[in-house]
């Protein structure tokens, strides 16, 4: 069983800095894929950046610019440096992982991935 713990949320004002971490652990997989998600009150969670065994990355049209994703393959950790934060990235944001490779399309897509963390708060004010 996959371990999955997110850290690094809080609250800042419009325009200020978060950057979130996550840890996957346990099970037999040597290598994990690893994605964020985020959900805010009233809404669907949504895919906001991932990153492929070879580096590619995908985000979310609204985070482009702002956001940047890394990862540690060999440690299974996985950053968000979320810059330029604006009161609608005001969410939970979710941690993600799975040990399959699937297509570069499917980096955003929920269903790919099998391990969720508990989320952390990422609160922005105007």
């Known amino acids: 069983q996959v371990h999955v713990v997110e850290s690094g949320g809080g609250s800042v004002q419009s325009g200020g800095s978060l950057r979130l971490s996550c840890a996957a652990s346990?099970?037999?997989?040597?290598?994990?894929?690893m994605g964020w998600f985020r959900q805010a009150p009233g809404k669907e969670r949504e895919g906001v950046a991932a990153i492929d065994s070879d580096g590619s990355t995908a985000y979310l049209d609204s985070v482009k610019g702002r956001f940047t994703v890394s990862q540690d393959n060999a440690k299974n950790l996985l950053y968000l440096q979320m810059d330029n934060l604006k009161p609608e990235d005001t969410a939970m944001y979710y941690c993600?992982?799975?040990?399959?490779?699937?297509?570069?399309?499917?980096?955003?897509?929920?269903?790919?991935?099998?391990?969720w963390g508990q989320g952390t708060q990422v609160t922005v004010s105007s």
């Open positions: 993600a992982a799975d040990p399959v490779r699937h297509y570069f399309a499917d980096l955003l897509r929920e269903s790919r991935y099998n391990y």
């Open positions: 346990g099970g037999t997989y040597r290598r994990l894929y």
